[in-house]
C-alpha cells in the first residue's frame, strides 16, 4: 500500500520547473532557515508569497498556505522521477488571512516541519518544495529548496552573517579540546556581533576577535593540539601568534589549499555549506588585509549530535 500511496502522489503533483508561478501572478519562494540540520531535528523554514502579476490577488488565509502536509521531500536517491513524501507540520497553523495581496506585495511566514524518516534517516542533500491546495495557490509551487541532513556524528557550527550563512562541521575526533573551546564561547554568545576584521585573497578569512581588530581574545588561551588534518579549501583552524599555546577566540576559514598551515596549526573543521558566503567575504575591498566594511557574525549556533558530550575545555 506504501508504494501504491508513494506513485499516486507523484501522478498528483508531477515534477515542475524551479521556479514556479500561478496564472494570476502569484509566486512562492521556500528558504529553510538552516542549510543543514540532523537527522532528528525538525527543518525551520520560510515562506514568502508575491504579487508578481498586475492584478490584485483573492484572500488568502495563512492555515491555506500552512497546512498540515504542505511540503514535499525529495531524497538524492529517489531516482528520476522525483517521487516524494509530505513533511509533517510541527508548529501551530498560523492565524489570520489578507484581504487581498496588491501587485507588487509579499508577504512572509515562518513554520516548522518534521521530515519524513526516510528522508531524515539518510545523510545527504534533500529537496523541499512547497505546494498550495488552495484558492489561488492551488497546485502551485515554490522552488526547490535544498537541506543537508548532516550523518549525526559531528556537531555543526552556523555563522549567520550580514553576507548569508556559514554552516561547518566540527572535528572532535581530531581536536577535542579546540571543539569543546569553540562550542563554549559559541554557547556564551562571544561570536555575535563579531566580524571577519582579515581577508586574504587566495589564503583565508579570519575572525572572533572582540576587538575586531585582531589584537583580542577570550582572556585565556588554550594549548596547541596536532590533528594531521590538511588545511584545504573550506577548512576551519584557531588562529594563533608564533609562540605555541597562543591561540584564544580567533579562528580562520581557508578559501584555497594552504599546505604550508599542515601540521603547525590545528585543523577542527571545514564548510558544509556557505563557501560561495565565504568567497564573499574574502573578495569584499580591504586594505593591507583588513576589511574596508567587515562582514559581521550577526548570530552563531552550534548543533550537538544526540548523546554528544564535549571534551572538558583545558586552558593555558
Known amino acids: 500500500m506504501k508504494h501504491v500511496a508513494w506513485l499516486l502522489l507523484v501522478t498528483l ?6 521556479a514556479a508561478q500561478g496564472e494570476d501572478g502569484v509566486k512562492v519562494e521556500l528558504k ?16 514568502t508569497v508575491t504579487n508578481s502579476g498586475t492584478k490584485p490577488v483573492a484572500a488568502l488565509s495563512r492555515a491555506q498556505l500552512v497546512a498540515p502536509k504542505c511540503v514535499l521531500v ?15 507540520l510541527v508548529s501551530k497553523s498560523p492565524e489570520g488571512s489578507w484581504s487581498a495581496l496588491q501587485p507588487g506585495e509579499s508577504f512572509s511566514l515562518k513554520f516548522t516541519v518534521k521530515l519524513p524518516e526516510s528522508a531524515s534517516a539518510m545523510p545527504g542533500p534533500c529537496t523541499l518544495q512547497w505546494v498550495g491546495r488552495a484558492g489561488a495557490l492551488k497546485d502551485v509551487r515554490s522552488n526547490e529548496a535544498s537541506l543537508s541532513i548532516l550523518d549525526g556524528a559531528r556537531p555543526t557550527l552556523t555563522l549567520e552573517t550580514d553576507a548569508g550563512p556559514v554552516t561547518l562541521e566540527l572535528w572532535p575526533d581530531k581536536a577535542p579540546n579546540h571543539v569543546a573551546n569553540i562550542v563554549s564561547l559559541v554557547r556564551a554568545g562571544f561570536y555575535d556581533g563579531t566580524v571577519f576584521h582579515r581577508t586574504i585573497p587566495g589564503f583565508m578569512i579570519q575572525g572572533g576577535c572582540p576587538k575586531g581588530d585582531g589584537t583580542g581574545d577570550a582572556g585565556y588561551k588554550i594549548p596547541d593540539e596536532v590533528t594531521g588534518g590538511e588545511f584545504q579549501r573550506g577548512v576551519l583552524g584557531m588562529a594563533r601568534r608564533s609562540e605555541p599555546h597562543s591561540a584564544g577566540s580567533q579562528f580562520f576559514i581557508c578559501v584555497a589549499d594552504a599546505a604550508h598551515l599542515n601540521g603547525k596549526y590545528a585543523a577542527f573543521g571545514r564548510v558544509l555549506d556557505g563557501l560561495e558566503v565565504v568567497d564573499r567575504i574574502v573578495a569584499a575591498p580591504a586594505e593591507r588585509e583588513r576589511a574596508i566594511k567587515p ?16 571534551a572538558e575545555l583545558k586552558k593555558v
Open 32 to 47: 529553510p532557515l538552516r542549510a543543514a540540520i540532523f537527522g532528528h531535528q525538525s527543518a525551520e523554514l520560510l515562506l
Open 74 to 88: 525529495a531524497g538524492r536517491m529517489d531516482g528520476p522521477e522525483r517521487k516524494g513524501q509530505w513533511a509533517e
Open 13 to 18: 503533483f508531477p515534477a515542475l520547473p524551479l
Open 295 to 310: 562582514v559581521k557574525v550577526l548570530k552563531a549556533v552550534v548543533e550537538l549530535p544526540k548523546d554528544f558530550k564535549p
